[in-house]
């Protein structure tokens, strides 16, 4: 329904995104989307590329007057520092008998993607790996999420993140969660709603960039407000939680996907997890309320109309200042790996990426059931199937 694909190297021209799917008649302006490329590039422990870049999508195809067309939408951000590498990733080949290019990479960095690429790809340069390998990659897929979002919020959907857990240090989660979660959370230089935890989590930055080391992290991303009986339980690859774990698992860096109660669940006896059904003062659409959201808003692959909620776990990024052991792919000596300008832990813009990747799931099931040719179609579509839930299961208070 939803299809999405990115090109792109990190010191490219730019990073390129076509997005298809989406109903015609969509309001999207460029504001909507620049909003979270803005996001992304926040958070403390960010390196010196966040102060070069200034991400700006160009709205290249699908989008006319202010509104979508229905055609695939196409989404460019262009690379500021591209002007400082472009002899190292100019598409021309070398003239005969020049000098190998700048900045090629021949220690591989253990937990990044360039030995195993080299290996699989041919290539002598881990430089042809790691471009496209690089999380600069994320900032096109939160372009085509804030696209989702943008058409989600038609339907009352609100998806926020925030950070739980970076280097170690635990956040306490309020029990009821702020409303809009991101206005809260973007307020923390680590976007963690937790202000002692923030003190801390910033200090353990400082110290690891102090050591030349990484951290990661945990993050909680949930969407409210969503509607029942997206996904669906009848095949292993329509099952909605699937989905979403596979998107999460394809952000760089994760390691780790928990939908709910996650791990927990399988401690608890059965009493302790399953969240009992009633009716009375029904809040979700379908007429019936939830004791508890163990399920994280999804059984059977299908969403219960309670907010989704995933824990998502990145591991620390790979290019260490203090770098570990690697062999040089020249010599076949024992080495160190390349340490070149990075991050000391993207764990806040984390966040950003994975309510991206969250919305283009569910937006993507939304035009499933209800059809995704116009936005006044699929708005008309969602009103009937509402109606006809509360036909089939009137609440109590609107017994005659
Ligand atoms: C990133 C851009 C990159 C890194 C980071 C994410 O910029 P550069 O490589 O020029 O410093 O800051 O990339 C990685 C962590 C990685 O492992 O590749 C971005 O735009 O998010």
Known sequence: MIRFTTAGESHGKALVAILEGIPAGLPLIADDIDCDLAR???GHG?????KIESDRVEI????????????????????????????VMAPEPDPAGSPARRRRVQRPRPGHADLVGVLKYGRSDARDILERASARETAARVACGAVCRTLLAQTGVEIGSHVVELGGIVASVPDTLPQPLNAAADASPVRCLDADATAEMVAAIDAAQRAGDTLGGVVEVVA????????????????LDGRIAQAMLSIPAVKGVAIGLGFEAARRPGSAVH??????????????????????????????????????????????MRPLDTVDLGSGSPAKAQSERSDVTAVPALGVITEAMLALMLADVMVEKFGGDSLGEMLAAIERYRRELERRFPRPSDDP
Do not use: C, Y
């Open 275 to 320: 969240d009992p059904i009633t009716t009375g003062d029904a809040t979700m659409m379908g007429g019936f309320t939830r004791g508890a959201n163990n399920a994280g808003g999804l059984e059977g692959g299908m969403t219960t109309g309670a907010p989704v909620v995933v824990r998502v776990a990145k591991k620390p990024i790979s290019t260490l």
């Open 60 to 87: 290249l195809s699908g989008v006319r007057a202010g509104e979508t067309l229905g055609s695939p939408i196409t989404l460019q951000i262009r690379n500021r520092d591209w002007e400082n590498w472009a002899d």
């Open 46 to 50: 960010r390196g010196a590329r966040m």
């Open 40 to 42: 992304r590039m926040q």
């Open 224 to 239: 409210r407000g969503v509607i029942v009986g997206l996904g669906s339980h009848v095949s292993w690859d329509r099952k």
